[in-house]
């Protein structure tokens, strides 16, 4: 695996450069460490909305005219809002790469956010949270999350509030992007087929003239410690019922993450290319035919989040039913452990997924911006050394401490015909 280069500019823009000339293409990222998790009540949602307006041009490269123009020489960008960071990306043929250098710079400190845009906006975003609420899960899924996080940014969805999107001004949402999107609060990841000292000199002649940035004091707020379970009913006009279980899970920078990751494997088969048909859970729920389908989901994240299962229940089966199967499954991995069998297979897919996942420079690129929203540059890279260390004794300690009552979070989705 190439080394990365990592150096930071005078001006505090944080830069990571891999060479890799398997093809002639370049994959640039930039991360923004802003995410819903810093946003206060009254602006929940700004983060995406900001996202959006970045593709609303500039004064150099007014509204549409990117598209086109990156169109033109066989490239693809995009950007997302997680409630960690922001991102945004160009894949290009390398010797195009100016092209993406320049707009990023440019809508660094450029971006227009012209007030009929930003009001076109608002409808759109509307209109896209009214998409997910027509997804039966979606209204779950947010209901326990804000069970779980009282204080902590992490409880609202990373669209933001339904009240704040309306009354949200365009004066709010360009503050929010003057204030967060500044060199010292970004990172430039570039992977793909350059030399390193020729792109760190374009670099310096695209973002060096940008002026120094104070690194934001990022809004955030520990969430105290659950006093014990927590159970939320939702009500819906549907006619299938879910549910949900969640446990409050580490950061993904804590020892204990992989180790849960392990065990997450064994129990919903998540996370890889293997097919989940061999997980614990999917023999007790889903082949004895009380749930048609059931998932299990762990994600890094800065702070803790949550590691949470979802249940799909078949007709004639009840909330009680699928809720008691899971929790006794539960229980017999916190007394047993899992097998060395099991931990064998959970590694070889755990491997197998982080092969899949970079074997594209896109995706390599991603690996090193998402391991630095995570403030560990070398998180990704160090993956596999790390897995290949956990053993069933780590299973089954991490089993047994976050895998408890006092910890869980269940929410039942009520149909209502």
């Not at 490239?75 to 290009?92: C, I, K, P, R, V």
């Not at 690194?215 to 819906?236: H, I, M, T």
């Not at 160090?382 to 929410?411: C, F, H, K, M």
Request: glycine content about 6%; hydrophobic content about 35%.
């Amino acid at each position: 695996m190439s080394q990365v280069t990592h150096y930071t500019l005078p001006n505090g823009l944080t830069v990571l450069l891999k060479e890799i000339h398997t093809a002639p293409v370049i994959s640039m990222w930039t991360l923004y460490r802003i995410g819903s998790r810093n946003e206060r009540t009254g602006g929940t949602g700004a983060s995406h909305w900001v996202e959006h307006m970045m593709f609303k041009g500039t004064k150099k490269y007014p509204a549409g005219i990117l598209d086109g123009l990156i169109d033109r020489v066989g490239g693809q960008w995009n950007a997302f809002t997680s409630h960690d960071s922001t991102m945004y990306y160009e894949t290009l043929p390398a010797e195009h790469i100016d092209l993406a250098l320049d707009l990023e710079s440019d809508r660094m400190t450029n971006a227009l956010f012209d007030p009929e845009e930003t009001e076109s906006e608002r409808t759109v975003i509307l209109s896209e949270r009214r998409g997910s609420e027509n997804q039966p899960t979606f209204w779950l899924r947010e209901e326990v999350r804000s069970a779980a996080f009282k204080v902590h940014g992490y409880h609202h969805e990373i669209i933001g509030d339904v009240h704040d999107l309306t009354t949200m001004t365009r004066d709010q949402l360009y503050a929010h992007y003057q204030h967060h999107y500044t060199p010292a609060n970004a990172v430039l990841v570039m992977a793909g087929a350059f030399q390193t000292a020729d792109m760190r000199q374009k670099i310096d002649a695209y973002y060096g003239h940008i002026p120094n940035g104070t690194k934001p004091d990022l809004f955030s707020r520990p969430e105290p410690a659950q006093l014990g379970e927590r159970r939320v009913l939702v009500e819906r006009p549907i006619k299938t019922a879910f549910v949900m279980v969640s446990y409050r899970a580490p950061a993904g920078t804590h020892p204990d993450w992989l180790a849960l990751s392990i065990l997450d494997s064994v129990l919903s088969g998540a996370g890889g290319s293997i097919d989940n048909k061999t997980s614990r859970l999917y023999k007790a729920l889903v082949k004895s035919e009380i749930c048609a389908s059931m998932g299990g989901n762990l994600s890094e994240t800065i702070d803790p989040y949550l590691y949470t299962f979802s249940m799909t229940l078949r007709d004639g089966h009840t909330h009680q039913e699928a809720e008691a199967i899971l929790l006794t499954e539960l229980d017999k991995i916190c007394q047993d452990g899992i097998t060395s069998t099991e931990l064998s297979r959970a590694k070889k897919q755990a491997r197998a997924n982080f092969a899949y996942e970079t074997e594209s420079i896109t995706n390599q690129a991603y690996s090193l911006a998402q391991s630095s929203a995570l403030s560990d540059y070398s998180w990704h890279d160090t993956y596999l050394a790390r897995l290949e260390s956990i053993t069933t004794d780590d299973v089954l300690d991490v089993a047994r401490r976050y895998l408890i009552p006092q910890n869980r979070i269940v929410g039942w989705l009520i149909p209502t015909g």
